[in-house]
């Protein structure tokens, strides 16, 4: 069974542009989280995603914001980009409603802002 | 304020070596505990999840405590092996659905 995938692996952008990551959990997950790692931390969680519904949101400012389609796949977008944008983010998928059980994660996207 | 907290500095031990990490928490009563492993440039992979009720747990070489008095838990890995170097996480759960990492310990089993 294929695991969470993630697109695109790498991006490159500059300040002020907007981006777009996609996720797609693994089949049967109707659970979808994002988080941000920045370099020498752990995942910092931004949303989670279950039946199309936001469950929760970590404190993160409103330039970011998510939506889950109703095949589960999720985005996660981000306008107006700071550099301290720049980080690798990771969407985990789950069983669990509430996405606290096992996560599954996908091997992130890396953006870096110039 | 709410704290998790991991041992910042990397931990070097020789092949064989029993490798104790630990994870602190300040000002959360989490339900359970859970920790993965990460290796550079990839996601986190879940390793073990302890509960609340739960003292110690076991999988394979792995052993995980749970202490809610002290607010700890201690992640062992017996007989470590090179292929065991990486960075390992905790994570507890926060009410309002947020699942909260520490910083991570890094590992190195050297041969």
């Not at chain 2, 809610?68 to 201690?74: A, G, I, M, V």
Request: one cysteine or more; a positive charge; glycine letters at 8%.
């Amino acid at each position: 069974d294929a695991g969470v995938t993630q697109s695109p692996t790498h991006l490159i952008k500059t300040r002020g542009q907007h981006v777009t990551l996609r996720c797609s959990p693994i089949s049967g997950h109707k659970s979808v989280s994002w988080y941000q790692q920045v370099l020498g931390q752990g995942p910092q969680f931004i949303f989670q995603y279950y039946e199309k519904e936001e469950r929760g949101r970590g404190n993160f400012p409103d330039r970011f914001s998510a939506r889950q389609f109703p095949n589960y796949s999720s985005e996660l977008n981000v306008n107006a980009l700071l550099l301290g944008d720049s980080a690798l983010y990771l969407c985990a998928s789950s069983l669990d409603p509430q996405g606290l059980e096992t996560q599954y994660f996908g091997p992130g996207t890396r953006l870096l802002v110039l | 304020s709410q704290k998790i907290e991991q041992n910042s500095e990397a931990l070097n031990i020789q092949e064989g070596k029993t490798a104790t990490l630990t994870c602190n928490y300040t000002n959360y009563s989490p339900a359970y505990l859970q920790w993965y492993r990460q290796d550079p440039g990839r996601g986190p992979v879940f390793l073990l999840l302890i509960r609340e009720n739960e003292k110690e747990k076991r999988k394979e070489r792995l052993k995980v405590t749970f202490d809610t008095t002290l607010k700890q838990s201690l992640f062992h890995i017996t007989a470590s092996q090179p292929a065991d170097s990486a960075t390992y996480l905790c994570a507890i759960y926060n009410q309002g659905g947020k699942l909260i990492f520490g910083q991570g310990t890094e590992l190195s089993v050297k041969p």
